[in-house]
T-cell receptor, first 112, second 111 residues
Framework: GAGVSQSPSNKVTEKGKDVELRCDPI?????LYWYRQSLGQGLEFLIY????????KSGLPSDRFSAERTGGSVSTLTIQRTQQEDSAVYLC??????????FGPGTRLTVT | RKEVEQDPGPFNVPEGATVAFNCTYS??????FFWYRQDCRKEPKLLMS???SGNEDGRFTAQLNRASQYISLLIRDSKLSDSATYLC????????????FGSGTRLLVRP
């Protein structure tokens, strides 16, 4: 079946602009996670959704970052007023409960 | 102390070698354990789950030691294609579905 998909695959934006990153989960996966990974670094947890609610937003780096999920399906991560330090790969993962997570291919964000 | 700790490596081994990675975790309430593999500039992919009794999948064997809170991954007969970063992953052991990812151990298999 179809895996997790993310769009765009690459995004280059100017400092100060807003960006939206999209994640389409595996059908039926109720849990959805956003991570960030800088070059050569480990995964940094951002936010977790269970259905449409976000019980844990503890990893969002600042109030410029927000995310929503609608219909228990698609999620959007929004970064406002992007900064150069926001450049990274943004990964989405989904799971069916307390089981293993499956990752999308990521969105590579470059802020110039 | 990090919740999941791994030796970053790199482990540089010849083809055909056997190599083992260990990982320690801090939360004794953790119940689910996994090894993921991440190739350069790619997303992490599930390699195998780790069960209490230990489990094997072809050339890969995973072990769990709850008393000492460590997990191991053994790769036998290493292939060039095994070169990647191996991530040790545990769950939080609470009501959340969050997984905690180690920073990874890098493996380089040389001809």
């Amino acid at each position: 079946g179809a895996g997790v998909s993310q769009s765009p695959s690459n995004k280059v934006t100017e400092k100060g602009k807003d960006v939206e990153l999209r994640c389409d989960p595996i059908s039926g996966h109720t849990a959805l996670y956003w991570y960030r990974q800088s070059l050569g670094q480990g995964l940094e947890f951002l936010i977790y959704f269970q259905g449409n609610s976000a019980p844990d937003k503890s990893g969002l780096p600042s109030d410029r970052f927000s995310a929503e999920r609608t219909g228990g399906s698609v999620s959007t991560l929004t970064i406002q007023r992007t900064q150069q330090e926001d450049s990274a790969v943004y990964l989405c993962a989904t799971s069916a409960g307390i089981n293993e997570q499956y990752f999308g291919p990521g969105t590579r964000l470059t802020v110039t | 102390r990090k919740e999941v700790e791994q030796d970053p490596g790199p482990f540089n081994v010849p083809e055909g070698a056997t190599v083992a990675f260990n990982c320690t975790y801090s939360n004794s309430a953790s119940q689910s354990f996994f090894w993921y593999r991440q190739d350069c500039r790619k997303e992490p992919k599930l390699l195998m789950s780790v069960y209490s009794s230990g489990n094997e999948d072809g050339r890969f064997t995973a072990q769990l030691n709850r008393a000492s809170q460590y997990i191991s991954l053994l790769i036998r007969d290493s292939k060039l294609s095994d070169s990647a970063t191996y991530l040790c992953v545990v769950n939080r052991g609470d009501s959340s579905y969050k997984l905690i990812f180690g920073s990874g151990t890098r493996l380089l298999v040389r001809p």
